[in-house]
């Protein structure tokens, strides 16, 4: 993407050049467009939660702008000739119920015929375009907060295995049905500094380009990201996705990552995970911190204080 030229209409807020959650166009002085486009391959085997799960992951993208979702297309790969079609039913199903719970309406969308199951959404939401909250600008001396527990990819990888245990697939599932509407309007409500959420580059990768976005540095403390119970288990069975060895092999690669003690690979690849339908990591001036922290408290969202946005040009991340 970054070979592709920036756009030159002066009405689109945010574009490509920041690898930001989503796209942000000015239609008027006091209204903003936002697009994203998401899609994920099944997560968990009941397709009716698939579904949920699906478009929760699409909504991310909106949330994390400060924005608020209205409408969704489907976009939708399905081997119509080898399953049945009752099962693409039960996953548009859980996507139109889990669309109703955040107050979108979903109306129309595309599907092909294709040998492997895939959902999402294109969505589209509406913000005051002086409100926009981009992944490019957080501010030294910022406070992280992340709002959900990182784990999924490697409970997502276990169940493919048959190897997860019922209680940790209920954990993720719920945490993967979870909105971050309430989490985006607490943020927005205390003018956060910037906000990304936590996806398929795992907390490690998402971090980075918000530090290689505005040249500041962050410094991430191990023992306060908070992790889906049962996971370090899984992961000790060997149960880690490729994409958390490419997530780390990228970081590293790059010079992003700075290690301050001693850590194991398999903590490094707990910050690599590749999440779906992960929280939101969000930055937040220090004097803000704690009313983030009570707005968080109040609707029951989990308020992780995990770092702190530093001094460093290069954009490296320290993990303590």
Known sequence: ????????????????????DAAVYRISDDLALVLTADYVTPI???????????VTNALSDIYAMGAKPV?????????ARTLPLDILQDILRG?????KLAGVSIVGGHSIDDPEPKYGLAALGFVHPDRVISNASPKEGDVLFLTKPIGTGIVSTAIKEEAAP?????????????????????????????????????????????????????????ADVPIIE????????????????????FVTGRGGV???????????????????????????????????????????????????????????????
Request: charge should be negative.
């Open 1 to 20: 993407m970054r070979l592709l030229p920036p756009a030159a209409d002066p009405n689109v807020l945010v574009g490509i050049t920041t690898a930001d």
């Open 44 to 54: 968990v085997d009941d397709p009716y939660e698939f579904g949920r799960i699906a």
């Open 230 to 249: 049962g996971v370090r288990e899984l992961l000790a069975r060997d149960f880690s996705p490729g994409g958390a060895r490419r997530n780390l092999d």
């Open 166 to 222: 019922a209680a940790v697939v209920e954990r993720a599932t719920k945490l993967m049905t979870t909105l971050n509407k309430e989490a985006s309007e607490a943020m927005a409500k205390v003018s956060a500094s910037a906000c990304t959420d936590v996806t398929g580059f795992g907390l490690l990768g998402h971090l980075y380009e918000m530090t290689y976005a505005s040249k500041v540095g962050a410094r991430v403390h191990m």
């Open 258 to 320: 700075v290690w301050d003690g001693e850590f194991s690979d398999l903590d490094k690849l707990l910050l690599s995970d590749p999440q779906t339908a992960g929280g939101l990591l969000i930055s937040v001036p220090q004097a803000k911190a704690a009313k983030l922290q009570s707005e968080l408290a109040a609707t029951g969202t989990l308020a992780a204080r995990i770092g702190q946005m530093i001094h460093d040009p290069d954009g490296r991340i320290r993990v303590t």
């Open 95 to 99: 996507g139109v119920d889990q669309a």
């Open 71 to 79: 409408i969704g297309l489907n976009l939708v790969g399905f081997p």
